[in-house]
Every structure is written in structure tokens, then in C-alpha cells.
């Protein structure tokens, strides 16, 4: 359980007086509201909502921002935790940029639950993000916990709930689309859990990720760059991906010859000085080969 430490680490943040904390149970099986219940007593600035039915998670961040009554808002993933200046340094960068309407930052990675900013074993390994610029937005760019103005969904809409893993990625590619802009914070300001049992991070659940993030990454390949056609690649029903057709061809009729997946096809963005694959994620991971045309 991850709901105590989530809430003394949250809690301080020097900034927290100022906040305001939606902490919304999608009825959830574990007992988190008796520990809730007591950082209710203490603090009057914290606002809980039980839900009969778990939405999803873009369906509960949706709910938690339409009920913020702030200008600013953040997500706050229970497993993982920040700086107690994290909100206080990206919330000053935020306010004096009237041309910014998203800010972001480093975060350690460990993949010991429920560790701290100050005490962890990530051995300063970092989940990295690179300086915003359209072509960078082939990763989710911004991160585990950007801070974000909440006029950008007026601007861009809010959270599209029909995705389960990369709703995130979709909906800060849509504001780019819609000329918001986003400023990377340098430094390293939060500490990400690489859960094993994650919406991110299972994986169980990488088939689903990736065909969710196909989809996205197709639908706004015009924001990345210049087109590069390569070879395709396929993902069988385990979720593998296979990058000739003669060895998926073999792998699927061990697997199962009745229920073949159709092939998808790959493309491949040149940057200014590297050349970027998407989604990236899946090739850093599984490695792969590929040549120019």
C-alpha cells in the first residue's frame, strides 16, 4: 500500500498550504480510507470523493480537475514522490511565464516502493526527459508529474478516458497540436516507482500499451518530423514484435494458426542530429533492426 507514505511525502510540500489536494477512491479493495480519514482531521485542504465505479484513470484525473477550484494542476501518482520544492519550483517557472502553459522536470527511477526523495537507491539514475521541441514529443515528453496550467483544457479538451495506458502521451500531444507550449525545469525534482504491477510499467499489460500507443503515434506522427519509410514490423499475440516476416510467420503457427494479427506498419523520424523511432519505448526495450530506403 502506498497511500500513507504517498500522503506524508505529499503533504511536504512547502508549497502544500497553498494546494489544493483531490484524493478521489475509484473503489478501490484496499482500506485506504482509514488512513485517509486521519490527514482529513489534520488538514482542511484536502478533498476526498468516494466513486461507486473506477472510471479509469484519465476518467478519475478528468473528475479531480473539474472539481479543482486552482489555476494550476498537477497529477499525483500515489507510488510516486517529489521534492518537498517540487511544486514550489515548477509552480514559480509556471506563474512568471505567460507563454508556458506546461512545466516539467527530471525524476529519479527506483524500483523499491515507497522510498523518498532524500533516502532511495536509484543510484541517481534518472528518468530522462528531453528539452521540449515538437520532434521530442515522439516520448511523453513531460514525465510522471508535470504542473500544468488548468486553462489548457480549454484550450485542448480534457483527458481522452478511452485509453487505459497512454492517455497521458495523447493529451499533451493534442495541446501541442493546439499551439500550447511546454518549458523543461532543469534539475531533478521527483522520484518514479517503476511498478511492476503499473498501467506503465506491467508487463502484462504491454500488448494493450503498445497497440494504444500505435495508435496515438500514427494519429499525430505529423508533429515529430520528416517520414523515413522502413521495413514493418508485427506483434503477435504475446505481444512480441518480430521484425521479418518469415520468422513471425513461424512464431505465430507455434503459437496459434487460427488467430493471426494483421501486420502494422512502422515509421521511422530523422531529427536535426539523431534519428528517433516510435514509439521509442518499444525499441529501446526490445532493440530491433532497420535500414533507410
Request: charged share 30%.
Amino acid at each position: 500500500m502506498h497511500i500513507k507514505g504517498f500522503l506524508d511525502d505529499i503533504t511536504k510540500q512547502t508549497i502544500f498550504d497553498n494546494c489544493e489536494l483531490i484524493l478521489i477512491n475509484a473503489n478501490s479493495p484496499e482500506n485506504e480510507k482509514e488512513i485517509i480519514t486521519k490527514y482529513l482531521k489534520k488538514y482542511d485542504n484536502i478533498i476526498y470523493k468516494e466513486l461507486d465505479k473506477d472510471p479509469g484513470v484519465y476518467g478519475v484525473w478528468n473528475l479531480g480537475i473539474e472539481i479543482s477550484s486552482g489555476d494550476y494542476i498537477t497529477n499525483a501518482n500515489v507510488d510516486d514522490r517529489r521534492s518537498h520544492h517540487q511544486l514550489e519550483i515548477l509552480a514559480r517557472e509556471l506563474v512568471n511565464s505567460k507563454n508556458i502553459d506546461l512545466v516539467y522536470s527530471q525524476s529519479f527511477i527506483t524500483e523499491i516502493p515507497n522510498e523518498t526523495f532524500n533516502n532511495n537507491s536509484s543510484k541517481n539514475n534518472v528518468y530522462n526527459v528531453e528539452k521540449f521541441t515538437k520532434e521530442n514529443m515522439i516520448k511523453c515528453l513531460p514525465g510522471c508529474m508535470p504542473l500544468w496550467k488548468k486553462s489548457l483544457h480549454k484550450k485542448a479538451g480534457y483527458f481522452n478516458d478511452n485509453y487505459k495506458h497512454a492517455g497521458d502521451w495523447e493529451m499533451w500531444l493534442r495541446a501541442v497540436r493546439n499551439g500550447l507550449n511546454f518549458k523543461k525545469i532543469e534539475g531533478v525534482h521527483g522520484l518514479y516507482y517503476m511498478n511492476p504491477e503499473g498501467l506503465s510499467t506491467s508487463t502484462k499489460l504491454e500488448p494493450t500499451k503498445r497497440i494504444e500507443e500505435n495508435q496515438i503515434f500514427f494519429e499525430y506522427k505529423d508533429i515529430f518530423g520528416n517520414k523515413i519509410k522502413v521495413r514493418p514490423y508485427w506483434i503477435d499475440k504475446n505481444g512480441k514484435m518480430w521484425y521479418s516476416e518469415s520468422a513471425y510467420d513461424k512464431a505465430q503457427k507455434k503459437i496459434d494458426k487460427e488467430d493471426k494479427e494483421k501486420p502494422q506498419p512502422f515509421t521511422i523520424f530523422k531529427g536535426k542530429d539523431r534519428m528517433d523511432w516510435g514509439p521509442r519505448e518499444v525499441f529501446m526495450k526490445y532493440g530491433g533492426s532497420f535500414k533507410k530506403n
